[in-house]
C-alpha cells in the first residue's frame, strides 16, 4: 500500500517562507522514479494544482507558485520538498502531496499552511 507523509506546515505571516516534506511510508518505491507534486485547497475552493516534478526530475507551476516556490526532491532521503518564500495569505491552505504509480494517483493526508499578520 502507498502511504505519503507530509509535514511542514504551520503559521507564518506574509513574506515568510516555509518547506514541506512529503516522504513515503512504509514503501520500497523512491521518489526520483515516478511523477509527484503537490495541489492545495482553500476553504470553499477546489483543489488547484501547485507544482509538479516528473520522473525525469522536470518541474512545472502554477502561476500562482512560479517565481516564488520551488519543487524539489532528495533521492537519499527518499523526500520530496515544496520550498515556499514570499507567502502571502492566499496561500493558506491545505497542501497535499501526490504520487503517480502506475496510472493511480496516490495522495497524503494534507498540511495546513497558513499565512497571515
Known amino acids: 500500500q502507498v502511504q505519503l507523509v507530509e509535514s511542514g506546515g504551520g503559521f507564518v505571516q506574509p513574506g515568510g517562507s516555509l518547506r514541506l516534506s512529503c516522504a513515503p511510508s512504509?514503501?520500497?518505491?523512491?521518489?526520483?522514479?515516478?511523477?509527484m507534486g503537490w495541489y492545495r485547497q482553500a476553504p470553499g475552493k477546489q483543489r488547484e494544482r501547485v507544482a509538479s516534478?516528473?520522473?525525469?526530475?522536470?518541474?512545472d507551476y502554477a502561476g500562482s507558485a512560479e517565481g516564488r516556490f520551488t519543487i524539489s526532491r532528495d533521492g537519499a532521503k527518499n523526500t520530496m520538498y515544496l520550498q515556499m518564500n514570499s507567502l502571502k495569505p492566499e496561500d493558506t491552505a491545505v497542501y497535499y502531496c501526490?504520487?503517480?504509480?502506475?496510472?493511480?494517483?496516490?495522495w497524503g493526508q494534507g498540511t495546513q499552511v497558513t499565512v497571515s499578520s
Open positions: 516534478i516528473s520522473s525525469n526530475a522536470n518541474t
Open positions: 512504509g514503501s520500497i518505491w523512491r521518489v526520483d522514479t515516478v511523477p
Open positions: 501526490y504520487a503517480y504509480i502506475q496510472f493511480t494517483y496516490y
